[in-house]
T-cell receptor, first 112, second 116 residues
Framework: SAVISQKPSRDICQRGTSLTIQCQVD?????MFWYRQQPGQSLTLIAT?????????ESGFVIDKFPISRPNLTFSTLTVSNMSPEDSSIYLC?????????FGPGTRLTVT | AQSVAQPEDQVNVAEGNPLTVKCTYS??????LFWYVQYPNRGLQFLLK??????LVKGSYGFEAEFNKSQTSFHLKKPSALVSDSALYFC??????????????FGSGTRLSIRP
């Protein structure tokens, strides 16, 4: 299994600002993903973070709003840009291979 | 397109009784199926998976799940529930037709409540 850490664990931000969330995996992984989850609700995939190329975004999510980096096989960042209160959510990093997928503890973001 | 449904928002069970959390899926090919659990203010924890082989899959904390291809279901079960099993449970599916790059899609979640 892979152990995934995220920083920060939570943050309160003002609207119009940006926040970058870091995700670190304790081993090299093929795939990394970013999800969003409202408390007590299901997970929505934002994008697949591709190593060495641009991220693949799901419908409803765009690179200008959620730029993603993945410089190597163990690290990725997600930036939430020009934040609004609607961006308040839990952001989860996920990583894995062909069989299993593991999740970080999440970053709880509140936008005021 | 792949999808997964959890028809029950909440399941209530008395401690010591068997529990079942239902899941049905839809994919074009053969699926990879998963169950995850989320405790309050915690991340998702992997419980078990079905890839191939025996239709009855055993996972963590005494949970098991049965893959039923004809009914396209993957229900989560436990013979004897514990109060500590109270949590939010997610069923998830990946379409095996694609490469390892294919995404996992999650169900809406079922809140399991075990009363003492």
């Amino acid at each position: 299994s892979a152990v995934i850490s995220q920083k920060p664990s939570r943050d309160i931000c003002q609207r119009g600002t940006s926040l970058t969330i870091q995700c670190q995996v304790d081993s090299q992984v093929t795939m990394m993903f970013w999800y969003r989850q409202q408390p007590g609700q299901s997970l929505t995939l934002i994008a697949t973070a591709n190593q060495g190329s641009e991220a693949t975004y799901e419908s409803g999510f765009v690179i200008d709003k959620f730029p993603i980096s993945r410089p190597n096989l163990t690290f990725s960042t997600l930036t939430v840009s020009n934040m609004s209160p609607e961006d308040s959510s839990i952001y989860l990093c996920s990583a894995g291979g062909s069989d299993e997928q593991y999740f970080g503890p999440g970053t709880r973001l509140t936008v005021t | 397109a792949q999808s997964v449904a959890q028809p029950e928002d909440q399941v209530n069970v008395a401690e010591g009784n068997p529990l079942t959390v239902k899941c049905t899926y839809s994919v074009s090919g053969n699926p990879y199926l998963f169950w995850y659990v989320q405790y309050p203010n915690r991340g998702l924890q992997f419980l078990l998976k079905y890839i191939t082989g025996d239709n009855l899959v055993k996972g963590s904390y005494g949970f098991e799940a049965e893959f039923n291809k004809s009914q396209t279901s993957f229900h989560l079960k436990k013979p004897s529930a514990l109060v500590s099993d109270s949590a939010l449970y997610f069923c998830a599916v990946r379409d095996r037709r694609y490469s390892s790059a294919s995404k996992i899609i999650f169900g809406s979640g079922t809140r399991l409540s075990i009363r003492p």
